[in-house]
C-alpha cells in the first residue's frame, strides 16, 4: 500500500487516522486472541508438529518470545476472564499489562472473585504503574521471567531469579570449592553440578551407538523371582506393558532422545526434547507389545494426541482425572 498520501493530509486529519488504526489494532489483536483459544483447543499446534504453543506462535506467526509470552498469556487470562474483552477492545488493558497481571495471579493464592477487582484497578494504567499496583498487594517476591539471549556462537546469556536460600546454598558449595577452583565463577560451579546431575539421572538417557546388553534386559517379576537369560532372549514373542531398561536404552538411542512426530499437515518433525516418553505405536490395549519395533519416543503433547485419536478426549480426561497429569497414554 502506497502511504505517500500521508504527507499532504493535514495535522488533524493525520491524527484522527492514527487514532483509528490503534483502534484496529486492538480489534484484531483480540480477534488473534480469539483464534490462539481456539487453536489451543483443538490442539492444532500439536497436529502441526510442536510441543507446546509457545514455540508454534513463536515460529510460525514470527513473534519474538517476549510478544509471544505476551499473547498467550492475555489469551489464557480471557478464557478465564471473559469480561476484560471490552477493556481490551477500548484499550483500557493492553498486552503487557494482561500479561503482568497473569504472572501475579501464578505467584499469588487469589480467588476468582477477586482477581476481577485487581484487574479493575490497573485499568488505563501504564506498566510501571500496573508493577508498583501488583507489588502492594502482593505478599510474595516479584521472581523475574527466564530469558536467555544468544551473545555468539559459543556463549548464551542466561537471566533469572532465584531464591535466597538457594543464592545461600550456592555461596556455601563455592566455599567447599575454593580450594580445587580458587576463582570460582557461578558458571563453572553449574558446569561442576550439570556433570554430577547427568552422572546420577542421565545414565539410561545417554546416546550410544554400542547395543544394549543381555543383561541390561534382565527383570524382576515379582520379589522372589528373576527371570533367567533363556527367558530374556524370548523376551520379544510375549507381550508385556512393562518396558525392560535395555529396550528403553536400545529406542532412545534410535530415536536420539527426541520426539519422534511428524506433522501430517506441516511434514514437520517435533523434535522435542522435553516431557519425553515411551509410546506404544499399537496400543498395549489393542494387542502391541513392548518391543522396539512397536515403540517410539513422543514428548507428552504428541503422545497425549496419539491416544485422543486412538480412544477420545473423553477416555483421555476420564484418565487424567482418575491417575493425574503426569501419565503415559501408550
Not at 493525520?14 to 483480540?30: G, I, N, S
Not at 483443538?42 to 505476551?70: D, N, P, Q
Not at 503433547?301 to 478426549?313: S, V
Request: net charge positive; aromatic share 8%; glycine share 4%.
Amino acid at each position: 500500500m502506497d502511504y505517500k498520501f500521508l504527507k499532504i493530509i493535514s495535522s488533524q486529519e493525520l491524527l484522527m487516522r492514527a487514532k483509528d488504526v490503534v483502534k484496529r489494532e486492538a480489534k484484531l489483536t483480540l480477534e488473534f486472541l480469539y483464534h490462539l483459544r481456539k487453536i489451543e483447543r483443538r490442539r492444532l499446534h500439536v497436529e502441526m508438529g510442536y510441543s507446546s504453543l509457545f514455540s508454534f506462535v513463536e515460529k510460525e506467526y514470527k513473534y519474538s518470545s517476549g510478544s509471544t509470552y505476551r499473547r498467550v498469556e492475555a489469551m489464557r487470562l480471557l478464557k478465564e476472564i471473559p469480561e476484560i474483552e471490552t477493556d481490551i477492545l477500548s484499550g483500557d488493558l493492553n498486552l503487557t499489562s494482561l500479561c503482568e497481571v497473569s504472572k501475579f495471579f501464578k505467584t499469588e493464592s487469589i480467588k476468582p472473585v477477586e482477581r476481577k477487582k485487581i484487574i479493575e484497578t490497573i485499568k488505563c494504567k501504564s506498566t510501571r504503574e500496573v508493577k508498583r499496583k501488583l507489588a502492594d498487594l502482593g505478599t510474595q517476591p516479584e521472581r523475574s521471567i527466564e530469558r536467555e539471549r544468544i551473545l555468539s556462537k559459543t556463549c548464551t546469556e542466561l537471566t533469572f531469579s532465584i531464591s535466597n536460600d538457594l543464592m545461600e546454598k550456592l555461596n556455601l558449595l563455592r566455599a567447599f570449592m575454593s580450594h580445587k577452583h580458587p576463582r570460582l565463577t557461578y558458571e563453572i560451579l553449574l558446569q561442576e553440578l550439570a556433570d554430577i546431575a547427568l552422572q546420577r539421572y542421565g545414565k539410561g538417557h545417554r546416546v550410544s551407538t554400542s547395543p544394549p546388553k543381555l543383561s541390561q534386559v534382565a527383570r524382576k517379576t515379582n520379589e522372589n523371582e528373576t527371570l533367567g537369560k533363556p527367558e530374556i532372549e524370548n523376551y520379544c514373542r510375549r507381550r508385556s506393558r512393562y518396558i525392560p531398561a535395555g529396550i528403553k536404552r536400545s529406542v532412545w538411542t534410535r530415536d536420539q532422545g527426541k520426539c519422534t512426530f511428524v506433522s501430517r499437515l506441516s511434514k514437520q518433525k517435533c523434535g522435542s526434547t522435553h516431557f519425553i516418553e515411551f509410546d506404544h505405536i499399537l496400543p498395549f490395549s489393542h494387542g502391541g507389545d513392548s518391543t522396539p519395533g512397536n515403540l517410539t519416543l513422543r514428548c507428552r503433547a504428541h503422545n497425549q494426541l496419539a491416544a485422543i485419536k486412538m480412544f477420545g478426549e473423553s477416555k483421555l480426561e476420564e484418565f487424567t482425572n482418575l491417575i493425574g497429569n503426569h501419565v503415559e497414554f501408550t
